[in-house]
C-alpha cells in the first residue's frame, strides 16, 4: 500500500498502521470528556461522595437538552431503560401531579450519580461524564411531567420547587462502578440476566450499536 500510494503521489511520504477490534475500540473511547452542571440546594459530603437536594427544575437541565429531549447517554450504564405507564412510573407521575402531596423526595428513593470528578463551587457541582446508574424511571417521569406544563407558569413554578435526593459517588474504578451498579439495582426485581449489562463485553457492543 505504501509502494502504491507512493507510486501514485510522487514526492509523498505516507505511514501504514494495521487497526484490530481493540485499536478500534481505544479509538471511539476518545471521546472529549463532557461537565455538566448541577445546582443544588443541599450538600452533605464523605470524602469522594455527596448527599444533595436539588430542585426538580435544576435536576431536569441535568438530564435534558436544550431541546427538552433526555440526554440518553446519561442513562447507559443503567440496566433499565425507560419502562413507560407501568405501575410505579404512574406513581411516580401522580405524586408529581398532586399539588397537595408532601414533599417530592419524602417520597422518593431519589438517584444515584456515578462521575469520574466534581468540583463544587458553592452550592454547584461540575460534573465529569455523570452516569445515572440508579433513577432512571424516576428521571423519565420528571422530565415528561414537566412537558406537561406551560414553562413558567404557576405550576411550573410550584414543581420546579419540589426537591430531589441525589447520591454523587466520584470513581474512575471499574470494578467498583459495577458493585454500584448491581447493588443499587437490587432494590426491586431485576433479573440476573439484565445484571449482564455491566459486562464489558455488553457494554462495547451496545454502544457500538
Not at 127 to 134: G, W
Not at 141 to 147: C, L, M, P, S
Not at 157 to 162: D, R, S, V
Request: hydrophobic fraction near 35%; proline fraction near 5%; charge should be neutral.
Amino acid at each position: 500500500l505504501r509502494t502504491l500510494l507512493s507510486a501514485r503521489l510522487p514526492g509523498a511520504t505516507c505511514s501504514v498502521n494495521l487497526v484490530g477490534a481493540e485499536e478500534l475500540w481505544e479509538l471511539y473511547q476518545r471521546r472529549p470528556p463532557e461537565d455538566f452542571k448541577l445546582e443544588c440546594q443541599e450538600i452533605l459530603t464523605s470524602g469522594n461522595s455527596h448527599v444533595a437536594l436539588a430542585r426538580l427544575s435544576d435536576f431536569r437541565n441535568l438530564i435534558v437538552d436544550e431541546r427538552g429531549s433526555i440526554r440518553r447517554h446519561i442513562f447507559e450504564a443503567n440496566v433499565r431503560d425507560y419502562q413507560g405507564t407501568v405501575e410505579v412510573n404512574n406513581e411516580i407521575m401522580q405524586t408529581l401531579r398532586d399539588e397537595a402531596s408532601p414533599q417530592f423526595w419524602w417520597m422518593n428513593n431519589g438517584v444515584t450519580v456515578l462521575c469520574e470528578h466534581a468540583e463544587i463551587v458553592g452550592k454547584r457541582f461540575a460534573l465529569r461524564n455523570p452516569q445515572i446508574v440508579n433513577g432512571l424511571q424516576t428521571s423519565h417521569t420528571i422530565a415528561r411531567r414537566f412537558q406537561e406544563e406551560v414553562p413558567g407558569s404557576p405550576r411550573w413554578k410550584a414543581l420546579a420547587e419540589h426537591k430531589i435526593l441525589i447520591r454523587i459517588i466520584i470513581t474512575e474504578d471499574s470494578p467498583t462502578r459495577d458493585k454500584i451498579i448491581r447493588a443499587t439495582n437490587r432494590q426491586t426485581p431485576v433479573p440476573d440476566a439484565s445484571l449482564r449489562a455491566t459486562d464489558d463485553i455488553q457494554r462495547r457492543i451496545e454502544e457500538y450499536l
